[in-house]
């Protein structure tokens, strides 16, 4: 019993070594409240929506904000810390799902020492400066990372033989996918491969004759009508949206109560001019801020051992078949979606290549191993460590603990404002953090705050005449200069962050 238990403790410590390493360094680098550090301006809406019980921007997130809430109950610093404190646990949890998909790969391989591999492979993912860069901020892409590692964790592995188990698969797999696709609607680009994979098994070999992968599989069905029933299960999860609406939170995007409104809100149509706005010219350049991007999260050692993991060590497998085609789908997305924070969409490149990594760090100690067991575990060890020191250069990079400028700029504009002040904001860095301190924590509640980018939207009015009903809205257009001129009783500023905080106040 003793020596069983030493050999568990001993099999689970890479793993742990992992988490609490990545962890630690997370809660160093963690934004203690509302933050713009590493394109975290999103963070306010965010926030405010899961405390509020509102809905956020498009596609409007449910899942996350959901999550949220619960994290936002926990006893520890500010609201916004505690939401910040979410994105590092899931990357963490993200990290040990890329190791143990490594190892599950090199179990396969029959590897010697398969745990530094994927120690190399879950540390070039958490230690990638952009996935450090999002676990340290309030964002839905460290969520993603999770659940995305999650679909390749479940949809790779191997179907068990009863077949009651095999449908309790099924309904965990489809319901996953759905629930995926509740806290990111780039999801789809999974779901179809990971629904095909998931309905396909082996065929039994009554020839004996050797026979390629593809040859020996067969489509179940019944496999893939029961896990497309539990992925609209799961994807009703963004029927809390519209309920959400119905009790007229103050951060409402779309005020999806029909249902003409609720597609605006969950397909994203708010940025739909920038889906495919590359020329041909363009892409070029995009390309290269691609591959520039690919070279700076694993440096040229990363990127060599990953295609060594792609294309010489890595074997034709459901893993193999999904990390392609993730790296190769969101690449694609990335490219030709130009949003100014579209980089972050190649997140889950960065998932599929630490894969290749630990299998290419797998290849490299197995053949050396072969000749020398010691001096393949130390060239793992090594190789692990190389990652682990991305803490040295990426760092103060991605260090979000020192930023205060949205909190600065919250706490100034609600101490400069007048008592029952109009607040005009401008900007999303603005708004969402005027929000956080005005909604989230209930500060200053004789100001008007107003969203001057939102005002054409008649949603959002219909938001500004629920959350003030003392307020009047001119019809048709009630624009700044409008509502001031109908509430001429109320002081006006203005405030904008442009680089510094601009508040303008006139009584």
Not at 70 to 82: E, I, S
Request: proline share 5%; hydrophobic share 50%.
């Amino acid at each position: 019993m003793k020596l069983s238990c030493l050999k568990s403790f001993y099999r689970n410590l890479p793993p742990i070594i992992l988490a609490v390493s990545l962890f630690s360094l997370y809660l160093v680098t963690l934004a203690p409240d509302i933050t713009w550090a590493n394109g975290g301006s999103d963070g306010g809406d965010l926030i405010t929506a899961a405390a509020t019980g509102g809905i956020a921007h498009p596609t409007g997130y449910p899942l996350y904000l959901l999550i949220a809430r619960l994290f936002q109950f926990l006893p520890l610093g500010t609201l916004a810390f505690r939401t910040n404190l979410m994105s590092a646990l899931f990357t963490v949890l993200g990290a040990v799902l890329v190791y143990e998909l490594v190892m599950r790969s090199s179990s396969q391989q029959k590897e010697t020492y398969p745990w530094p591999a994927g120690l190399a492979a879950g540390y070039a993912f958490g230690m990638a400066p952009l996935v450090w860069s999002q676990a340290v901020i309030t964002e839905v892409y460290a969520l993603q990372a999770f659940f995305i590692l999650l679909i390749l964790y479940f949809y790779t592995q191997k179907a068990p033989i009863e077949f009651a188990a095999q449908k309790r698969m099924d309904y965990w797999r489809g319901l996953l996918l759905g629930l995926a696709m509740g806290n990111h609607i780039t999801t789809m680009f999974l779901a179809l491969p990971a629904l095909i994979l998931g309905s396909v098994h082996q065929k039994a070999d009554v020839s004996g004759a050797a026979q390629r992968w593809f040859d020996k599989i067969r489509l179940d069905n019944a496999a893939l009508r029961r896990q497309l029933t539990w992925f609209g299960i799961g994807l009703s999860i963004y029927l809390i949206l519209p309920l959400r609406a119905l009790a007229q939170p103050p951060v409402n995007w779309g005020n999806p109560v029909t249902l003409e409104r609720f597609w605006w809100l969950v397909s994203g149509q708010l940025y739909r001019s920038y889906y495919l706005q590359v020329s041909l010219d363009g892409f070029w350049e995009q390309f290269q801020a691609w591959a520039a991007l690919l070279s700076k999260q694993f440096g040229l050692p990363g990127l060599v051992l990953g295609l060594l993991g792609l294309i010489v060590f890595g074997r034709v497998s459901r893993l193999h078949i999904l990390t392609t085609w993730t790296a190769l789908v969101f690449s694609i997305f990335a490219v030709f979606y130009r949003s100014v924070d579209s980089y972050v969409y190649l997140i889950p490149l960065f998932i599929s290549f630490a894969i290749w990594i630990g299998m290419g760090v797998a290849g490299l100690t197995r053949e050396i191993s072969q000749k020398n067991s010691a001096l393949g575990l130390v060239f793992g060890l090594l190789l692990a460590g190389y990652f682990l020191g991305g803490v040295v250069i990426n760092f103060r990079q991605v260090d979000a603990s020192h930023d205060a400028r949205a909190e600065v700029f919250g706490r100034e504009v609600l101490s400069t404002a007048p008592e029952n002040a109009l607040i005009f904001a401008k900007g999303d860095q603005a708004i969402f953090a005027v929000w956080y301190f005005h909604f989230a924590l209930k500060e200053r509640p004789d100001l008007v705050v107003i969203a001057t980018d939102l005002l054409h939207f008649e949603w959002y009015q219909e938001t500004l005449q629920s959350t003030y009903p003392l307020l009047v809205l001119p019809e048709p257009f009630p624009w700044p200069a409008t509502i001031e001129a109908a509430n001429p009783a109320l002081p006006v500023c203005s405030v904008e962050n442009t680089g510094v905080a601009e508040i303008e106040c006139v009584e």
